[in-house]
Nanobody, 131 residues
Framework: EVQLVESGGGLVQPGGSLRLSCVVSGLTFDDYAIGWFRQVPGNNREGVSC????????HYGNSVKDRFTTSSDNAKNMVYLQMNDLKPEDTAVYYC????????????????????????RGQGTQVTVSS
């Protein structure tokens, strides 16, 4: 069974930082790209970042570029999202999702892949940015 479990969310003041973690099990980690998405109730999901674990290449959404960094530890089947200079508009549920490299051959293609092509996603972790 494929499982992705996120952790690290919480309440932070504007300008603060958080580090989210995503642990992946039930699949061959190096065969998948891992995307981070966020969603606010009533809105469509927004692509935050993506990493192709086989080569470590990354891609970011325009709203988080230069503030967020994603990385992976292939030995631990972990993907991280370091979020700096957080803003109130970053408030959302963040979740990670896995998609095969046969579908997404480059990290730049992660956000355009329809959700049904993703192998699985986690339950999400709430990030709230507020003073």
């Amino acid at each position: 069974e494929v499982q992705l479990v996120e952790s690290g969310g919480g309440l932070v003041q504007p300008g603060g930082s958080l580090r989210l973690s995503c642990v992946v099990s039930g699949l061959t980690f190096d065969d998948y790209a891992i995307g981070w998405f966020r969603q606010v109730p009533g809105n469509n999901r927004e692509g935050v970042s993506c990493i192709t674990t086989r080569d470590g290449k990354t891609h970011y959404g325009n709203s988080v570029k230069d503030r967020f960094t994603t990385s992976s530890d292939n030995a631990k089947n972990m993907v991280y999202l370091q979020m700096n200079d957080l803003k109130p508009e970053d408030t959302a549920v963040y979740y990670c999702a896995a998609i095969s490299h046969t579908v997404v051959v480059a990290s730049t293609l992660c956000f355009s892949a329809p959700e049904y092509l993703y192998e699985s996603r986690g339950q999400g972790t709430q990030v709230t940015v507020s003073s």
